[in-house]
């Protein structure tokens, strides 16, 4: 299993910017494909932003592209969520999930598909 540890969630103003991290333990990183989903009270829980092995595909859900940004470097086994201009409702527990993918341009967007998972860290938006 990996280990992931999240960090730069906090306070924003609507329409500024804050940058996720999720580092990720062991060697093996680029073999997972990560996901940042996404938990607010009463909804669903979703991926918001998915990428492949080596950064080559990306998914992101709704409107969120353009103001997310998922990239992720495989040196520092770590993976950002870029987020700008959040809004309101970008507010949740973001998490990080990965799952080990055998081929590189592969990612996934179902939360069954993820295996291990970060603690989260809570993301609230000031209007």
């Known amino acids: 299993q990996v280990q992931l540890v999240e960090s730069g969630g906090g306070l924003v103003q609507a329409g500024g910017s804050l940058r996720l991290s999720c580092a990720a333990s062991g060697r093996t990183f680029s073999s997972y494909a990560i996901c940042w989903f996404r938990h607010a009270p009463g909804k669903e829980r979703e991926c918001v932003a998915a990428?492949?092995?080596?950064?080559?595909?990306?998914y992101y859900t709704g409107t969120l592209k353009g103001r997310f940004t998922i990239t992720r470097d495989n040196a520092k086994n770590t993976v950002y969520l870029q987020m700008n201009s959040p809004k309101p409702e970008d507010a949740a527990v973001y998490y990080c999930?990965?799952?080990?993918?055998?081929?590189?341009?592969?990612?996934?967007?179902?939360?069954?598909?993820?295996?291990?998972w970060g603690q989260g860290t809570q993301v609230t938006v000031s209007s």
């Open positions: 990428i492949s092995r080596c950064g080559g595909s990306t």
């Open positions: 999930a990965a799952v080990e993918v055998l081929l590189r341009g592969s990612y996934y967007y179902a939360e069954g598909s993820y295996e291990y």
